[in-house]
T-cell receptor, first 114, second 113 residues
């Protein structure tokens, strides 16, 4: 079974803390994505990556950075967490070429910043 | 990637067909229509996709209008487990180029007894 695994389902952090959200996929996918999901706003793309060490900004990259040192791992970093970053974070991956083009999502990481 | 418009919410009686519409009037010739659904507290799950022909799989059917400006996802016999948020997105299929994939707010389908 294909799998996208997010390191933590629930996190509670304090304002100003540095936060790492990890995502690992076992499908040898080239593309990986980070979304955040908030009530009434749907899924909004933060960053995506199409190769190791490559990254592209999504629609709401402010306050976030990412790291892709290995093909299977894509990390989302909040350098200094703020309360408005309290949200559900979803990681996804897909093939670069071929296949159906579908995205495979993880179960999500719910972050609360106090 | 083209934008899509979906109704905010819909209701459907269990056992009946659920027809979820999506408008994508600015779709380009090489963009596919994809449908996903998200059950509460889970990540979105792929359902089906198509370019211009109607498609069917074990989960649903996808009807795309001839001008490709709109489509309908059909769940032929909705069950309570189909209660979820359904997202319609349009995008170029993987072609070796990077493209960001934007989801909207989707349609919240409530299946009732």
């Amino acid at each position: 079974d294909v799998k996208v695994t997010q390191s933590s389902r629930y996190l509670v952090k304090r304002t100003g803390e540095k936060v790492f959200l990890e995502c690992v996929q076992d499908m040898d996918h080239e593309n990986m994505f980070w979304y955040r999901q908030d009530p009434g706003l749907g899924l909004r793309l933060i960053y995506f990556s199409y190769d190791v060490k490559m990254k592209e900004k999504g629609d709401i990259p402010e306050g976030y950075s990412v790291s892709r040192e290995k093909k299977e791992r894509f990390s989302l970093i909040l350098e200094s967490a703020s309360t408005n970053q309290t949200s559900m974070y979803l990681c996804a991956s897909s093939l670069w070429q071929g296949g159906t083009g579908e995205l495979f999502f993880g179960e999500g990481s719910r972050l609360t910043v106090l | 990637d083209a934008k899509t418009t979906q109704p905010t919410s819909m209701d459907c009686a269990e056992g009946r067909a659920a027809n979820l519409p999506c408008n994508h009037s600015t779709i380009s010739g090489n963009e596919y229509v994809y449908w996903y659904r998200q059950i509460h507290s889970q990540g979105p799950q792929y359902i089906i996709h198509g370019l211009k022909n109607n498609e069917t799989n074990e989960m649903a059917s996808l009807i795309i209008t001839e001008d490709r400006k709109s489509s309908t996802l059909i769940l032929p016999h909705a069950t309570l487990r189909d209660t979820a948020v359904y997202y319609c997105i349009v995008r170029v299929k993987n072609t070796g180029t990077a493209s960001k994939l934007t989801f909207g707010t989707g349609t919240r389908l409530q299946v009732t007894l």
